[in-house]
T-cell receptor
C-alpha cells in the first residue's frame, strides 16, 4: 500500500522568502516520488521526480526536493519565492510495480508582496 | 502542439443527462488515465488503460464507462449524471503502465457542472 500526506493545506510566504512544502510518504517498497504544480484553471505540470538516482532532486523553476528515507519525507523547497509560484502543489508516490500514482491532498501556496 | 488535449473544457448539463469527455495524446504513450478532482482539489484515479486494455478500475459508479479506441485516445462516457458528478476531470498519459517511474502528463481538465 502507498500513501502520501502533505502537511499544511495552505502555506503563505513573502516574496523572496524560503518556500518549504512538506510531504511524507508511506510505502512498503522503495518508492518513486513526484511533485506536481497546478496553476489556476490548468492541468498538473511535473516539477521534479525522485527515482533513486540521487537523493537531492532539482526541478524546474528553481525548486528542489530531498528524499530522506529515514524520515519517509520528500519536502519541496525553493530558496526565494516569486509571485508566479502561487499555485497548488501536489506530492505523489508510486511504489514498486504499482500501476498508479497516489496523490496527496495538495498545498495551496500563496506568495505575499 | 498540445501534448494531452481534452474536449470540452467546460460542460454544463442537467441531472439525468448522458455526456462524454474526449481525450487525445500525441506523445506516443501507451498508458492513459482518468482522474477526478473534487471541489477540495483532491485528485483520485478513476481508470487507466495500457495499450487499449483496462488495467485500473477504481470504485466508481457503473454510470462511468471509459472507452479507448486506440492508444492515443481515452474517452469517458457518463450516464445519468448526478449532482455529485460535478468536478474537474483530468486525462493523463505516461510511457509504461506498470512499475515505471515515468511521469504522467496531464491534460488541461474538463470542468463538469451538473445542475
Amino acid at each position: 500500500a502507498q500513501s502520501v500526506t502533505q502537511l499544511g493545506s495552505h502555506v503563505s510566504v513573502s516574496e523572496g522568502a524560503l518556500v518549504l512544502l512538506r510531504c511524507n510518504y508511506s510505502s512498503s517498497v522503495p518508492p518513486y516520488l513526484f511533485w506536481y504544480v497546478q496553476y489556476p484553471n490548468q492541468g498538473l505540470q511535473l516539477l521534479l521526480k525522485y527515482t533513486s538516482a540521487a537523493t537531492l532532486v532539482k526541478g524546474i523553476n528553481g525548486f528542489e526536493a530531498e528524499f530522506k528515507k529515514s524520515e519517509t519525507s520528500f519536502h519541496l523547497t525553493k530558496p526565494s519565492a516569486h509571485m508566479s509560484d502561487a499555485a497548488e502543489y501536489f506530492c505523489a508516490v508510486r511504489s514498486g510495480s504499482a500501476r498508479q500514482l497516489t496523490f496527496g491532498s495538495g498545498t495551496q501556496l500563496t506568495v505575499l508582496p | 502542439d498540445t501534448a494531452v488535449s481534452q474536449t470540452p473544457k467546460y460542460l454544463v448539463t442537467q441531472m439525468g443527462n448522458d455526456k462524454s469527455i474526449k481525450c487525445e495524446q500525441n506523445l506516443g504513450h501507451d498508458t492513459m488515465y482518468w482522474y477526478k478532482q473534487d471541489s477540495k482539489k483532491f485528485l483520485k484515479i478513476m481508470f487507466s488503460y495500457n495499450n487499449k486494455e483496462l488495467i485500473i478500475n477504481e470504485t466508481v459508479p457503473n454510470r462511468f464507462s471509459p472507452k479507448s479506441p486506440d492508444k492515443a485516445h481515452l474517452n469517458l462516457h457518463i450516464n445519468s449524471l448526478e449532482l455529485g458528478d460535478s468536478a474537474v476531470y483530468f486525462c493523463a498519459s505516461s510511457d509504461g503502465g506498470g512499475g515505471s517511474y515515468n511521469e504522467q502528463f496531464f491534460g488541461p481538465g474538463t470542468r463538469l457542472t451538473v445542475l
